[in-house]
């Protein structure tokens, strides 16, 4: 037994390294914070119901997609839950290899964007996102001078080999000043 603890330590120290380019810094688990999102150009593919039936199906087009134009891997990886659909960001200096939308894949490019933040740790599942969710919505309702401008999604930081204790997720809402805060 002896042999594999330092091959799983080496592993594990190594995951860092292979990580692909960031599009914005995650939020450390257990911390709910306010946050700009860059603005960006981003793929989308989209399902029918509830992106925890159809992450499969999402994954395969986009994949697909920046594997054909040779487009690097970026995290992380947002998923709108109801009315299943899932993005993948395009780093800066890819694209130029982004050959437009398909039948299954739209490009779409997002406006620097203003969201509340609650990282979290654990598999990506419909009970983390909604336990991660309703904190993220209590921790904002408490929040004097932003509220609520759209619906919360997921943002998934690691890949279906990492193992569940050690993968990272944040839910995001999008927020704008509250009638009356000062900016």
């Given at each position: ?46 399902g ?14 986009l ?21 299943a ?20 894949v739209?490009?779409?490019?997002f406006p620097?964007r203003?969201?509340a933040?609650?990282g ?57 000043s ?6």
């Amino acid at each position: 037994m002896r042999p594999v603890l330092p091959f799983f330590l080496l592993l594990f120290s190594l995951l860092p390294a292979m990580a692909a380019e960031q599009a914005f810094p995650p939020t450390e688990p257990g911390v709910a914070e306010l946050k700009t999102l860059p603005p960006g150009m981003l793929l989308k593919a989209t399902g029918r119901g509830s992106y925890f039936d159809e992450s499969n199906r999402l994954f395969s087009p986009l994949f697909n997609y920046i594997s054909t134009h040779k487009i690097a891997m970026t995290t992380p990886v947002e998923a709108k839950i109801d009315g299943a659909a899932m993005y993948f960001w395009v780093a800066p200096a890819e694209q130029e290899k982004v050959a437009g939308s398909t039948d299954r894949v739209e490009v779409i490019r997002f406006p620097e964007r203003r969201v509340a933040s609650l990282g979290a740790r654990g598999g990506y599942s419909r009970a983390n996102f909604e336990k991660t969710r309703d904190e993220l919505l209590a921790w904002l309702a408490r929040q004097p001078d932003v509220e609520a401008a759209a619906e919360p999604y997921a943002v998934y930081w690691n890949g279906p080999f990492t193992p569940w204790f050690t993968k990272r997720s944040e839910v995001h809402v999008p927020v704008r000043s509250r009638a009356g805060a000062t900016p």
